[in-house]
């Protein structure tokens, strides 16, 4: 069965300090990987995806991701956190068998400090 | 704004109570989902329509009950509830290319439900 793992529940770190959060997926087969945001009382934004291509994926309000295959980590980074980046980021996989069934990680709280 | 809207944004209800959740996007998209998002647990997919058809049913109970009238409106039919039913309901749409659910999935603010 699929799966995915965000390995951090919660990560404090200070405003203007880089910030890596960590997700390993568990597949079978070949699948899609995505990043999403959400803050407080709203739904959840797609910060970026990887479908193929580069596996380094640039996304909104300056997050990248590196797709590892052979670690099947999906890891989210920022150079440079702002107060406004205080939210739940939650990695998703999508399995590369045509299907709609997204399969989405427990979410990690992102806190920034001033 | 998403372009995805969802009413009510707060219900309450008992446990023999009959309610509906609604949610219309306005993206011109053409599937539709409902999740249900729990404390402390992974967001739950519970039901996926494409092109008006119900393409993913993920072993949902029967007191939830799924209807897409057409492209632009999903409702989520509510009865006999318990109260570990009780959570945010997400309803997303995005575009349904023959690849599956690749496309970027809008999401809506969310209906906050509470049973008791």
């Known amino acids: 069965a699929q799966s995915v793992t965000q390995l951090d529940s919660q990560v404090p770190v200070f405003e203007e300090a880089p910030v890596e959060l960590r997700c390993n997926y568990s597949s079978s087969v070949s699948v899609y990987l995505f990043w999403y945001v959400q803050y407080p009382n709203q739904g959840l934004q797609l910060l970026l995806k990887?479908?193929?291509?580069?596996?380094l994926v640039k996304g909104i309000n300056g997050f990248e991701a590196e797709f590892n295959k052979s670690q099947t980590s999906f890891h989210l980074r920022k150079p440079s956190v702002h107060i406004s980046d205080t939210a739940e980021y939650f990695c998703?996989?999508?399995?590369?068998?045509?299907?709609?069934?997204?399969?989405f990680g427990a979410g990690t709280r992102l806190f920034v400090k001033a | 704004e998403t372009g995805v809207t969802q009413t009510p944004r707060h219900l309450v209800m008992g446990m023999t109570n009959k309610k509906s959740l609604k949610c219309e996007q306005h993206l011109g998209h053409n599937a539709m989902y409902w999740y249900k998002q729990s404390a402390k647990k992974p967001l739950e997919l519970m039901f996926v329509y494409s092109l008006e058809e119900r393409v993913e049913n993920n072993s949902v109970p029967s007191r939830f009950s799924p209807e897409c009238p057409n492209s632009s409106h999903l409702f989520l039919h509510l009865h006999t509830l318990q109260p570990e039913d009780s959570a945010l309901y997400l309803c997303?749409?995005?575009?349904?290319?023959?690849?599956?659910?690749?496309?970027?999935?809008?999401f809506g603010p969310g209906t906050r439900l509470t049973v008791l």
């Open positions: 998703a996989v999508i399995l590369n068998t045509g299907g709609f069934k997204t399969i």
């Open positions: 997303a749409s995005s575009q349904a290319p023959a690849s599956g659910g690749t496309d970027t999935q809008y």
């Open positions: 990887y479908l193929s291509g580069s596996t």
